[in-house]
């Protein structure tokens, strides 16, 4: 008598690129928002990001670690110690970029936005925040504000970045 196979195989085959899929979409979505989050999608995908290692002469880079419900994040922040422009990246739970300015001098303000994603589960969620502060030269400390918000849920807290 004939083994038939039915249609058992075919069914495991679609769900196993079904899950690929899924798995890939969310991937796709973390590293766009937490990257890219200002630059068209395609832009985006089809450019290699550059990373500055080095802080260029005048700038400071200050880093600072937060914790939530058991979650952390580490923000890195170059700043210009004359003003400007600050940019920056957080990484761990949540990865994202920030952008934003330093007025200068002693306990100059300093303001900006984060865009990234957060992932405390297995799915990646949109994230956004806005922070300010102030750049304390003499004691090489950055203390924030900040107000966050994603998946439904805000938050506000603070935190202090150093730099040598």
């Known amino acids: ?20 899929f899924l798995v890939g979409s969310n ?67 949540c990865d994202g970029k920030f952008r934003g300015t330093y007025g200068g001098g002693q306990n100059g303000s300093i303001t900006g936005a984060m865009a990234g994603v957060c992932s405390p589960f297995f799915v990646n969620i949109p994230v956004s925040a806005q922070f300010t502060g102030t750049v304390n030269k003499s004691s090489n400390t950055v203390p924030l504000s900040f107000a966050g918000r994603g998946g439904g849920i805000t938050h506000e807290g603070s935190m202090v970045l150093t730099y040598p």
């Not at 008598?1 to 690929?20: N, R, T, Y």
């Open 1 to 20: 008598m004939p083994s038939k196979l039915g249609c058992g195989p075919m069914a495991a085959f679609v769900l196993i690129l079904l899950i690929l």
């Open 27 to 93: 991937e796709a979505i973390g590293y766009y928002f937490s990257h890219c989050g200002d630059v068209e999608l395609f832009d985006c995908l089809m450019r290699r990001l550059e990373a500055d290692d080095e802080p260029e002469a005048g700038e400071a880079v200050a880093t600072g670690v937060y914790e939530y419900k058991g979650h952390s994040v580490t923000v890195t922040m170059t700043i210009p110690l004359s003003g400007g422009g600050v940019m920056g990246v957080v990484s761990g739970t």
